[in-house]
């Protein structure tokens, strides 16, 4: 059974960089058609799908998000990562990290991990 | 890309079945059957429930089910528990190869 784990500072300054490590057990990065996606949850409100990345590197983003996203992966250590540049409030939310067979669900996530922007 | 709509809240007693709808357009829900829905018990990680419109993953209860017509997609749970009561999220892949979440529906069970 693979199993996610979200890893990271708790705490971001307004302007800067969130980055997030997510670290994939019990399965390798790269075995079958999975895509690695990151997901995120403001306080009360819904789930926002941020982006992903399959293990060649192909990446696909939201939109609204795309501009400040970027998603990589390590195979070598078996994680894949998350960098959000110039955060503001708004992006204060618990981070998932998650993963599905040929990237059209998300068969697999991590536990969460919140992640504050103040000063 | 805009949320998929879902209605915000919906309830039922245990044993009743309840229907959630999911509202695209022809840019995803109705462009493919990748629709999936997910249970969310606040603080833990979400689970899915049901993949490509109406595939239950090995281990999730036969009480859930799932369809679509066109550019709406459902879910069903009959015979509703108690520990049923959850967030409940649709979500689709699109045409531009990314995935969008619904807002989120509340069941409550009374």
């Known amino acids: 059974q693979v199993q996610l784990q979200e890893s990271g500072p708790g705490l971001v300054k307004p302007s800067q960089t969130l980055s997030l490590t997510c670290t994939v057990s019990?399965?390798?990065?790269?075995?079958?058609?999975?895509?690695w996606s990151w997901i995120r949850q403001p306080a009360g409100k819904g789930l926002e799908w941020i982006g992903r990345i399959y293990t060649s590197g192909n990446t696909n983003y939201n939109p609204s998000l795309k501009s400040r996203v970027t998603i990589s992966v390590d195979t070598s250590k078996n994680q894949f990562s998350l960098k959000l540049s110039s955060v503001t409030a708004a992006d204060t939310a618990v981070y998932y990290c998650a993963g599905g067979p040929g990237g059209r669900n998300l068969e697999n996530w991590g536990q969460g991990t919140l992640v504050t922007v103040s000063s | 890309q805009s949320a998929l709509t879902q209605s915000a809240s919906v309830s039922g007693s245990p044993g009743q079945s309840i229907t959630i709808s999911c509202t695209g357009t022809s840019s995803d829900v109705g462009a493919y059957n990748f629709v999936s829905w997910y249970q969310h018990h606040p603080g833990k990680a979400p689970k899915l429930m049901i993949y490509e419109v109406s595939n239950r993953p090995s281990g999730v209860s036969s009480r859930f089910s799932g369809s679509k017509s066109g550019n709406t997609a459902s879910l069903t749970i009959s015979g509703l528990q108690a520990e049923d009561e959850a967030d409940y999220y649709c979500s689709s892949y699109t045409i531009s190869n990314t995935i969008i979440f619904g807002g989120g529906t509340t069941l409550t069970v009374l």
């Open positions: 019990g399965g390798s990065i790269s075995s079958g058609s999975y895509y």
